[in-house]
T-cell receptor, first 114, second 112 residues
């Protein structure tokens, strides 16, 4: 019974490159969330998706960031033209449709922008 | 979403019981209280969730008074491996787009 899976676990990019972070939710979960965590801080909500739909993207920066959760395959968080301030840990969580008040988190992707 | 307040840090020793109290004065009728544990370089891990009175599982107990304006996470007989950050969150999974709002959490340090 695999949990939420994220890859890569670590990602190094130079300024201006693109970063793609992948998240496979737990089996049977159709709701996916992305959070960002800076060192010594709590997690900050970015976006909430269901299959093929963005439900709430109020935490996403207006530019360079996008997210998708296609009908088939993992959810993708895409950061274009990365800057040093994008360096952080990005966590994905998922919920089953019948219990939205509980989210299960993946191990995170640590992005380092040089 | 109801805001939560919890101590920044707590120290304890192996074998002791650790109690972390979280204040949530503006909790709504439909809100549940959920606690997560986070180790360094890992994602938050669900510990326990409750609505009222007391909930117990193999890891912890959660005490919620009748007014539900606070809750206490109790970790029995902690070990060194319980050193982590503990987050208290409230929500019903439906309001405000279902996003979780994490505060700063409580850093628990268990000493030998």
């Amino acid at each position: 019974n695999a949990g939420v899976m994220q890859n890569p676990r670590h990602l190094v990019r130079r300024r201006g490159q693109e970063a793609r972070l992948r998240c496979s939710p737990m089996k049977g979960h159709s709701h996916v969330y992305w959070y960002r965590q800076l060192p010594e801080e709590g997690l900050k909500f970015m976006v909430y998706l269901q299959k093929e739909n963005i439900i709430d993207e109020s935490g996403m920066p207006k530019e360079r960031f996008s997210a998708e959760f296609p009908k088939e395959g993992p959810s993708i968080l895409r950061i274009q033209q990365v800057v040093r301030g994008d360096s952080a840990a990005y966590f994905c969580a998922s919920s089953p449709a019948k219990d939205l008040k509980t989210q299960y988190f993946g191990p995170g992707t640590r992005l380092l922008v040089l | 979403l109801a805001k939560t307040t919890q101590p920044i840090s707590m120290d304890s020793y192996e074998g002791q019981e650790v109690n972390i109290t979280c204040s949530h004065n503006n909790i709504a009728t439909n809100d549940y209280i959920t606690w997560y544990q986070q180790f360094p370089s890992q994602g938050p891990r669900f510990i326990i969730q409750g609505y009222k009175t007391k909930v117990t599982n193999e890891v912890a107990s959660l005490f919620i008074p009748a007014d539900r304006k606070s809750s206490t996470l109790s970790l029995p007989r902690v070990s060194l491996s319980d050193t982590a950050v503990y987050y208290c969150l409230v929500g019903d999974g439906k309001a405000a787009g279902n996003k979780l709002t994490f505060g700063g959490g409580t850093r628990v340090l268990v000493k030998p």
